[in-house]
């Protein structure tokens, strides 16, 4: 059994990872932590193996020393803060993505495949207008993969916040005559949950921390 907390679990994912976890045999929820539930994550910490965060850009970066700090893994589902701050922490094991659905990794790997061939390429994301950042972790990581796989600049962001949406994002690459869209749709948050569940079953057994992207963990190369 892997004892298991949640950061941010009065939220919209912490809510979802919190019936996720409850409903895996090999997990056992042992705290929700939220400031909307009086629960701080220390209160939490001595009761988990692993943590899962999903709680507000600000928020993100400290949740996660603390963990380490008091040897507890931490898997950092939080976006919109600068994951390069997390090479400073030791102690315990860190991972962290900013997209844990298996399409969305998938839509980034062809994204970056494509990216080598053809001209140019621009990223629409689109998410609930309850999202904090933008552009989305996701398309900001699909961006960086892109211009790693092409040689160029990363490619331009454009940013939709609308009621109604969950989580969205078209690549569209163009060249002469043709143009190519990979297009994936998060239509309810359990699609990230079998990524999220992937990750606090592996994440005390990384070879190196911290480690970033589903991919990773899903992909041998
Ligand atoms: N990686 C992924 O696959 C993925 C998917 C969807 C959303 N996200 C990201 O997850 C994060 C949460 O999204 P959401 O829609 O659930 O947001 P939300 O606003 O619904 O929930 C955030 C929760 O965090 C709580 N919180 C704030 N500070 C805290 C702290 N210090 N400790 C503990 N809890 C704290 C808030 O009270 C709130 O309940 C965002 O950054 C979002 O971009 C990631």
């Known amino acids: 059994m892997i004892a298991v907390g949640v950061a941010g679990a009065a939220g919209r994912m912490g809510i979802a990872a919190c019936a996720a976890i ?25 009761d988990c193996d692993v943590v899962v965060d999903f709680t507000v850009p ?8 603390a963990c380490v700090a008091a040897g507890v893994h931490v898997v950092i589902g939080t976006t919109g803060f600068d994951l390069a701050a997390l090479g400073q ?3 315990a094991n860190v991972f962290a993505a900013p997209n844990f659905a298996i399409g969305a990794v998938l839509m980034m790997r062809f994204a970056a495949q494509a990216a080598a061939h053809m001209a140019a390429a621009e990223i629409v994301e ?7 950042d933008a ?14 796989a092409s ?15 969950v989580a969205h994002q078209e690549v569209i690459l163009g060249d002469v005559g043709q143009t ?12 990230f949950m079998p990524g999220v569940l992937l990750a606090v079953r592996r994440v005390g057994t990384l070879e190196r921390s911290p480690v970033v992207g589903l991919e990773a963990l899903l992909f041998d190369d």
């Open 58 to 65: 600000d928020a993100a970066l400290a949740n996660a020393q």
């Open 22 to 46: 409850d409903a895996a045999d090999d997990l056992e929820l042992r705290g929700r932590a939220d400031p909307a539930l009086g629960v701080s994550l220390e209160q939490i910490l001595g």
């Open 135 to 148: 552009p989305s972790g996701t398309a900001a990581r699909t961006a960086e993969l892109m211009a790693q």
């Open 126 to 132: 689109f998410h609930h207008d309850g999202k904090l």
């Open 180 to 191: 190519l869209t990979i297009r994936h749709d998060s239509i309810a948050r359990e699609s």
């Open 151 to 165: 040689g160029r600049l990363a490619p331009p962001i454009h940013s939709v916040r609308l009621p109604g949406l």
């Open 89 to 91: 922490l030791s102690g």
